[in-house]
């Protein structure tokens, strides 16, 4: 399936890009690191070595410390498809990071981004 190839795609790849996004709207890439650490559990030493290291997409969510529960609260459209509707896990997880560096995008604030 096509859109299982970007399981093996390495977060170090695509993170340059979500900075980049997030960048042009005048946010910063300490603010995307908060996004990822909070949507994983990991510290910012883990989180710097895991995108050292060139880890897959499945990788990344598989062996996060501890997937914030309150993720389930992330709602909306991520390339014409409702993140709460997708049912395969490491999709749905990569769809709730991209709706993520949407909001950040969007200027919304931090606090509502990671549902304070």
Not at 3 to 27: C, D, E, F, N, T
Not at 93 to 99: F, N, Q, S, T, V
């Amino acid at each position: 399936m096509a859109g299982h190839r970007i399981y093996s795609v390495s977060v170090a790849s695509v993170y340059p890009l979500y900075v980049a996004k997030a960048a042009r709207k005048g946010r910063t890439k300490e603010e995307v690191d908060e996004i990822l650490r909070w949507l994983t559990g990991h510290s910012q030493e883990s989180l710097d070595s895991v995108l050292a290291a060139g880890t897959s997409f499945e990788g990344f969510f598989a062996t996060a410390p501890c997937m914030n529960p309150a993720r389930s609260l992330i709602t909306g459209v991520v390339c014409g498809v409702r993140v709460e509707t997708i049912e395969e896990g490491t999709m749905r997880e990569i769809r709730y990071l991209d709706k993520l560096i949407d909001e950040l995008a969007k200027g919304r604030g931090m606090e509502k981004i990671l549902r304070g």
